[in-house]
């Protein structure tokens, strides 16, 4: 078995489609097909992707009866950063679940509120080798820290303008869902006071997204807001980064023989 385990939320889930799609050592890609997932499994087959597999039950899942790399993507709900409780017991679930298929977990997530702060501790009990994206020497603060290219530049465009919210890709396409589990409960007076300080969306661009689209995605919420947009040039470095990481340890136990078959 050589199966590498994707844990994301749904706002990275363009990310990582772009990620596996250009990998030709990925022999194989299955995504537990759920609501969730919809989206992604969507983006692959626009990609023309022809390694892809779907199951609806992780109990479905067989590994390749030959020594070759592939990967097993589940995605997880929306806004579970925002209860950090939550969210670590979704991944522990979801790892626990997702781990006797896999040899070694790759996080789509950063510290989120300190939820992840030592993953492999939180994960202990899955008993495979966690990976999660890293910022030097602790893991990225989120997605958007993940995106802009670590905690440096993110503090730096808070300080240039305080009044900022973060829009990358996947926030664009989701945000109406994120603020009505976060925020489904408050008045439209309550969310206006909340907003009153802030300025400017910072749309951050990566190769995921057209910024025409990401424009068009934050019509609505700009104008609900009365916010300028911004635009910055966001990276896919860092994910790159892990990623790269975990298929040197993947590819480790492999023959080498098998590479590129």
Not at 70 to 87: D, P, W, Y
Request: aromatic residues 10%; hydrophobic residues 40%.
């Amino acid at each position: 078995m050589n199966v590498l385990g994707i844990l994301t939320c749904e706002i990275l889930e363009l990310e990582f489609v772009h990620l596996l799609e250009s990998d030709q050592d990925v022999k194989r890609i299955t995504v537990l097909q759920d609501g969730r997932s919809a989206r992604l499994i969507t983006k692959f087959h626009s990609t023309g992707a022809e390694n892809l597999t779907l199951i609806a039950d992780l109990n479905a899942f067989m590994p390749a009866s030959d020594d070759r790399f592939e990967v097993l993507v589940q995605v997880l709900e929306l806004a579970l950063h925002s209860r950090k409780k939550i969210l670590q017991q979704a991944l522990i679930d979801a790892a626990a679940a997702l781990s006797p298929h896999v040899d070694a977990l790759l996080l789509g997530y950063g510290l989120c509120g300190n939820a992840l702060e030592n993953p492999d501790e939180l994960l202990a009990d899955a008993g495979v080798p966690i990976f999660i994206p890293m910022d030097e020497d602790h893991p990225v603060d989120d997605c958007v820290g993940l995106l802009i290219g670590g905690r440096e530049r993110y503090y730096g465009e808070q300080c240039n303008v305080p009044g900022t919210f973060f829009m990358i890709p996947g926030w664009t396409y989701h945000w109406r869902r994120m603020f009505e589990q976060q925020f489904g409960k408050m008045s439209p007076e309550i969310l206006e006071e909340m907003f009153k300080y802030y300025e400017r969306s910072l749309m951050v661009t990566t190769p995921t997204m057209s910024l025409e689209e990401m424009k068009r995605n934050c019509d609505e919420f700009n104008e609900k807001f009365g916010f300028r947009t911004d635009i910055c040039k966001g990276t896919l470095d860092i994910l790159h980064e892990i990623w790269n990481q975990t298929k040197i340890f993947m590819l480790s136990k492999m023959d080498p023989d098998s590479y590129g078959t």
